[in-house]
């Protein structure tokens, strides 16, 4: 398993349409290379945290200029530049 942590800071009034945003691509995300799931979680007022699991590091190299692009879809509603971090997993059930 490999896996992708990013943090997105928002325009806390924009949760809805990132909402709505997000099942738009629902399909574009689950047809990605490899992608075992994907989970977005609210960590703060006008923020979200998304955890993306990959079977392997070679289909996440795969997915990555695919994820570019729905990253900037979301463009419009950042208030900063997301913070992404990846790895492999040390642990996952």
């Known amino acids: 398993m490999y896996c992708r942590v990013t943090h997105i800071q928002f325009d806390a009034s ?3 349409e990132i ?3 997000m099942e738009q691509k ?15 979680i609210v960590t703060g007022e006008g923020e979200i945290t998304s955890f993306a699991v990959y ?4 289909n996440f ?11 900037a879809a979301f463009a ?5 530049p997301p913070v ?10």
């Open 19 to 21: 909402a709505e945003l």
């Open 76 to 80: 419009s509603f950042a208030t900063a």
């Open 55 to 58: 079977d392997t590091k070679e």
């Open 84 to 93: 992404g971090k990846e790895g492999p997993a040390l642990f996952y059930m």
């Open 14 to 16: 924009k949760e809805n």
């Open 61 to 71: 190299d795969a997915a990555s200029p695919e994820v570019g692009k729905i990253l």
């Open 26 to 40: 629902r399909e574009t995300m689950m047809a990605l290379p490899g992608i075992q799931s994907i989970c977005t």
